[in-house]
Nanobody
Framework: QVQLVESGGGLVQPGGSLRPSCAAS????????MGWYRQAPGRDRDLVALIAGGSTNFADSVKGRFTISRDNAKHTVYLQMNRLKPEDTAVYYC??????????????WGQGTLVTVSL
């Protein structure tokens, strides 16, 4: 069993910052990719940021405002969100691809954390 636990969402005013985190726990050998996705009401779940090895990838809408980092020793990924806009309001989901025994890859989702950007 592998779990992802997110924290750090909340309510913030436009222009503000948040730094949600996501920690993986359970039975695995290592973690390959880690990333953040978001889903606004009535919309699809879209990629926000991804970190794999030394490479990062961002949605065009957050480039220059968001950064992603990870602490491999803690199995944790962070999303630093700056200059937040109302359109960033969504449930943010953490995703990780973990490597288990016999070289099995498993994609795991967190439960989601709500980010609301509003006055």
């Amino acid at each position: 069993q592998v779990q992802l636990v997110e924290s750090g969402g909340g309510l913030v005013q436009p222009g503000g910052s948040l730094r949600p985190s996501c920690a993986a726990s359970g039975s695995f050998i290592s973690i390959n990719d880690m990333g953040w996705y978001r889903q606004a009401p009535g919309r699809d779940r879209d990629l926000v940021a991804l970190i794999a090895g030394g490479s990062t990838n961002f949605a065009d809408s957050v480039k220059g405002r968001f950064t992603i980092s990870r602490d491999n020793a803690k199995h944790t990924v962070y999303l630093q969100m700056n200059r937040l806009k109302p359109e960033d309001t969504a449930v943010y989901y953490c995703n990780a691809v973990v490597i288990r025994w016999h070289n099995k890859y498993l994609a795991v989702w967190g439960q989601g954390t709500l980010v609301t950007v509003s006055l």
